[in-house]
């Protein structure tokens, strides 16, 4: 549960609904000296779920509450110390994620806050209060790259409090604020971009970086920005099986692991091979969550064999040929840019620090003899690739794949089509 909102209700009534809905945020409505309404942003597919789970809680804690039918899914009033609430549940603005709530508040509010000359900020509140302070002044800040971007950045500081994991994503952007004075320190920043969808002109669109800065020599650098803990490994690229067989321009190879899923996982479930076809899709769907609800031992096994499969596959593209291997590796997990360098920052609660795998692997792909792909012995999803040179010389790339869609898309209904992630170097 965060302290920030765009506005608070009083005390004992703050304490009292911490306890009754924590680690939900809320943002406030509209209250009075008798009654407040409350909302709770989730992505669209989890808010039942958090209804149920913020109700079951309320129920544990023997609060008197009713489960009204207002909205979509309903709301949920409560009484604190004789003061009436309702609680109701909204999605997140435009079918957004969490995810990508999270990661943009590491990434546009450092960023605004540095075009605004603001080096530090006692609390996460008053660095909240900062950047509504900037939604009425538009693209002053110069960090949005054009309407589009800043429409979205503007809805995105809206939603930022209604993130579970709000505070720990406020403070990680204040390390990467920390991050961008001390580069400032070394060379004078001019401006710093938020690349939502667009890039600075001249930029490759499938370029990495989540933040672009121009320093007043004119020079552009991108940064790639992570947050997570001290011993974390999180995701230097994410894509999926689809797309990786289309890079590497095999379609034979897609194909086979199309008929193959369908063949071990679908076609047990009666589904046909068109069954993704928007005419199908939703009668399919239906079909899918109902085995999965009847017999989820079963439902599990054909995920996994699913999961096999592709992993299997991707294994197979990987080994098939040492420079499209390379290639791929080269031009889309370290995507190297000649013209406009990439680091990648991870932010460790109010620290960062610099992560070095991609300049690592920029070295090894000149060195590399043999470029192998493999499984793990001891995950379902992860897989490797060995990079060896002569000798002792050999990187490894930790690799993983799984299901990433929320209910009802994911796991089986998500077919071929896995999230593919790399996780950055290992030692194995």
Known sequence: MTEVRISKLAPPKETALKKCISPFN???????????????????????????????????????????????????????????????????????????????????????????????????????????????????????????????????????????????????????????????????????????????????????????????????????????????????????????FDDMKDMPGKNKLILGVQKHVHSKLGLSKDWRERQNKSGALSIIESFRENDPDEYDKLYDKQLELCRDALIDLINANKKNAAKFITQKIIKKDENVPLVVIKAIGKTYNQVTDEDAIEIMIPKTKTITARKSNSSKQDWFIDLKGTGRQKLTMKMSIRTNQPVPNNKIAQGYNLAVKFNGIVTT
């Open 26 to 244: 809320y943002v406030v409505k509209e209250q009075n000296t008798a009654t407040a309404t409350v909302v709770i942003r989730a992505p669209n597919a989890d808010r039942e779920e958090v209804k149920r789970t913020i109700e079951q809680k309320l129920k544990d804690k023997k609060y008197y509450f009713t489960s009204s039918r207002k909205g979509s899914i309903g709301a949920t009033d409560i009484v604190v110390d004789d003061y009436k609430v309702r609680i109701l549940y909204k999605s997140l603005s435009g079918g957004m994620s969490e995810t990508t709530l999270n990661s943009t508040i590491t990434e546009l509010a450092p960023a605004l806050a540095f075009m605004g000359k603001k080096k530090t900020f006692p609390n996460v509140s008053k660095f909240y209060e900062y950047l509504v302070s900037t939604l009425p002044k538009g693209n002053a800040s110069g960090c949005y790259l054009n309407t589009a971007d800043q429409d979205a950045g503007h809805q995105f500081i809206r939603d930022m409090p209604s993130s579970s994991k709000f505070k720990v994503k406020m403070e990680n952007a204040m390390a990467i604020l920390n991050y961008l004075w001390d580069l400032d320190s070394e060379s004078s920043i001019k401006q710093v971009y938020f690349a939502y969808r667009a890039k600075p002109p001249g930029i490759k669109a499938d370029h990495k970086g989540d933040l672009f800065i121009k320093f007043e020599t004119g020079e552009l650098l991108g940064v790639s920005l992570k947050a997570g803990g001290e011993n974390t490994s999180e995701p230097q690229l994410n894509t999926y099986v689809n797309k990786i």
